[in-house]
């Protein structure tokens, strides 16, 4: 990306929305993020939206139904070998 601009809440520094743009500075993408919950003394959007411009009526919705933090992973789980990996 170009860059990527993020709308934050200064309460809680949870994300609203984050605007994508190509290199030449063309906004592309929406992203929004809504249904806050608490989790861990966090507040965490449980849902995301994307929504590409050049095709309004179409996005891609991502929720969650739980989230944990600072669990165990291994250490390799996010090298370039294993994100290179077709599952």
Known sequence: WGKVITL???????PLRADYFDDEGNKIREMWFDQEK???QNVVP???RLIPLDKPNEST??????????ISI???LFS???LQ???
């Open 46 to 48: 449980m849902r995301m």
């Open 85 to 87: 990996k077709r599952r």
């Open 38 to 40: 608490i989790i861990n």
């Open 61 to 70: 919705i991502v929720t969650y139904s739980t989230l944990e933090f600072d």
């Open 8 to 14: 934050i809440k200064q309460d809680n520094l949870s």
């Open 80 to 82: 370039l070998q294993n």
């Open 74 to 76: 291994k250490k390799n």
